[in-house]
């Protein structure tokens, strides 16, 4: 069983910036894909950004791009997420998923709220 372990939210003012971290219990290169989705209250979950195993291919979606950055930490098995320029509808519950060919792994997810 993969266990994938968030940390990072909390409450950031609007402006300001969180980085997000998922420690999975094996090797990141044993997924094909890792990423980052949200989901805000009422919402349904989205995608927030992706990044390959073995590549370090990224895609983000466009509500993010250029505000955030995925990214991983190879030697303690982490994906990271760098969030800059927080705005209120940043605000929801962020989950870090991995993917292999025939599963998708998810950690229980981490509150950030933008708030002023």
């Known amino acids: 069983q993969v266990q994938l372990v968030e940390s990072g939210g909390g409450l950031v003012q609007p402006g300001g910036s969180l980085r997000l971290s998922c420690a999975a219990r094996?090797?990141?290169?044993?997924?094909?894909?890792m990423g980052w989705y949200r989901q805000a209250p009422g919402k349904q979950r989205e995608l927030v950004a992706t990044?390959?195993?073995?590549?370090?291919?990224?895609a983000y979606a466009d509500s993010v791009k250029g505000r955030f950055t995925i990214s991983t930490d190879n030697a303690k098995n982490m994906v990271l997420l760098q969030m800059n320029s927080l705005k209120p509808e940043d605000t929801a519950v962020y989950y870090c998923?991995?993917?292999?060919?025939?599963?998708?792994?998810w950690g229980q997810g981490t509150q950030v709220t933008v708030s002023s």
């Open positions: 094996r090797s990141i290169f044993s997924f094909n894909v």
């Open positions: 990044i390959t195993g073995i590549g370090g291919s990224t």
């Open positions: 998923n991995a993917r292999t060919e025939s599963i998708d792994y």
